[in-house]
């Protein structure tokens, strides 16, 4: 807890990675609560869904921006710093958390199978009406693990800014 806390000291005393965050945070938390919300849309994503925003998907959605704002800014000042960020995990989670309520109710992952059909026609069944009704039964439990895997980035994010040495050498 300790280096989380120094990490997230180090990072916010630098002006670029500290604008970071909060652009990252304006922009995220608005995306996340238009986008989770589509499964009770049918698919629409935009500011109609803010109507439809669930105590669940609103502290996801705080969470998921949270956690990826906070990362963005730590990646910002490790690569200012001339370290490496971890950002593969950083960006599955993101991902799984954007294409989740898109890929339940709406038609993209029915067009993409068929898309697929046209290559393979074994997979012309109802594969599509499946993955759907999968991903639409266990939304919850796969943007969890959305959230998990953003905060593993944010921990391992964390640690680099930590471990990293911070000493400034004055020019004169």
């Not at 803010?50 to 963005?72: Q, R």
Request: aromatic share 6%.
């Amino acid at each position: 807890m300790r280096s989380i806390l120094e990490a997230l000291k180090r990072v916010w005393e630098d002006a670029v990675s500290r604008r970071t965050a909060i652009l990252g945070l304006l922009i995220l938390w608005p995306l996340y609560a238009a986008t989770l919300p589509a499964a009770f849309t049918g698919g629409r994503i935009g500011w109609v869904s803010l109507k439809m925003l669930t105590p669940s998907l609103a502290v996801l959605a705080t969470g998921l921006s949270v956690f990826l704002a906070l990362t963005l800014s730590m990646m910002v000042w490790l690569i200012r710093q001339g370290y490496k960020s971890s950002k593969g995990t950083a960006a599955g989670g993101a991902t799984i958390a954007l294409l989740t309520p898109i890929l339940c109710c709406s038609p993209l992952l029915p067009l993409a199978i068929g898309g697929l059909a046209v290559a393979f026609p074994a997979l012309a069944g109802a594969a599509a009406g499946r993955v759907q009704a999968f991903i639409a039964i266990h939304e919850i439990e796969i943007l969890s693990v959305a959230l998990v895997l953003t905060a593993v980035a944010f921990l391992q994010n964390a640690r680099r800014v930590a471990a990293g040495t911070h000493c400034r050498v004055s020019n004169t």
